[in-house]
């Protein structure tokens, strides 16, 4: 979050934000790290995960570019900001925030060629096993919110099955499962990888 308060401080003379979304199922939970950035630009929090359904996002922190008229410019791209993060999702975060620069300032294209975006596209639309995930996923959303716990978490269990490395599936469900995504997630992160899948997605060639 600091690194997006800078980039807002920086660009919002000109006509330039960031809208931060949490995807968490309480509430409460989320609101703490939010205000402790104390971020200058609105942040918000998604109890129902209806950003990333709409968006195709599949992991965290995904970013979305959209102009003034509402229209998706650059599609998502999963970027990290710290060292080692950036180096396991292949973005360089200098490199990433000098193009929002010129995007911003410069009205530079948000995307180098018109195969970057069909590939930026491409690499986040879902195969059939994931749709079917999150399917299994809103289902059991749905009988969690009505008190059908036993009946919600067979359906979390199967949308995990289906798409392991859906990190919104895997720790969105988490605490609905009786888990802590803060400490449960990472040695099942663990075991994901092992079992051959990437849990971020670089551009395909």
Same mark, same amino acid.
């Given at each position: 979050?600091?690194? =997006? ?15 931060? !979304?949490? *995807?968490? &199922? /309480?509430?409460?939970? #989320? %609101? +703490?790290?939010?205000?402790? #950035?104390? #971020? ?18 599949? /992991?965290?922190?995904?970013?979305? =570019?959209?102009?003034?008229?509402? &229209? ?7 970027? !990290? ?34 195969? *970057?975006?069909?590939?930026?596209? /491409? ?10 995930? %999150?399917?299994?996923? #809103? ?6 919110? /009505?008190?059908?716990?036993?009946? $919600?978490?067979?359906?979390?269990? %199967? $949308?995990?099955?289906?798409?392991? $490395? ?20 990472? +040695?099942?992160?663990? *075991?994901?990888?092992? &079992? ?10």
């Amino acid at each position: 979050m600091p690194v =997006w308060q800078k980039i807002y401080s920086e660009l919002s003379n000109y006509n330039f934000t960031v809208f931060s !979304v949490m *995807e968490d &199922k /309480n509430i409460d939970d #989320a %609101r +703490p790290w939010i205000e402790g #950035a104390n #971020a200058e630009f609105p942040c918000t929090i998604d109890t129902k995960h209806i950003v990333s359904d709409l968006y195709n996002m599949f /992991n965290v922190p995904t970013i979305v =570019w959209i102009d003034e008229s509402g &229209k998706i410019v650059r599609p998502n791209d999963v970027v !990290v900001m710290n060292e080692s993060g950036a180096k396991l999702v292949k973005v360089d975060p200098e490199e990433y925030i000098q193009k929002i620069r010129n995007w911003v300032i410069n009205d530079s294209s948000p995307v180098s060629s018109k195969d *970057e975006f069909i590939k930026l596209k /491409n690499q986040r639309t879902p195969a059939d096993k994931e749709q079917l995930a %999150r399917a299994e996923f #809103a289902l059991g959303q749905w009988l969690f919110d /009505n008190k059908e716990i036993s009946l $919600a978490g067979n359906h979390f269990e %199967r $949308a995990t099955e289906l798409s392991p $490395a859906d990190i919104m599936i895997q720790r969105g469900t988490m605490s609905m499962r009786g888990m802590d995504p803060m400490k449960d997630y990472g +040695p099942i992160a663990g *075991e994901i990888i092992q &079992k051959g899948f990437k849990l971020y997605r670089p551009i395909r060639d």
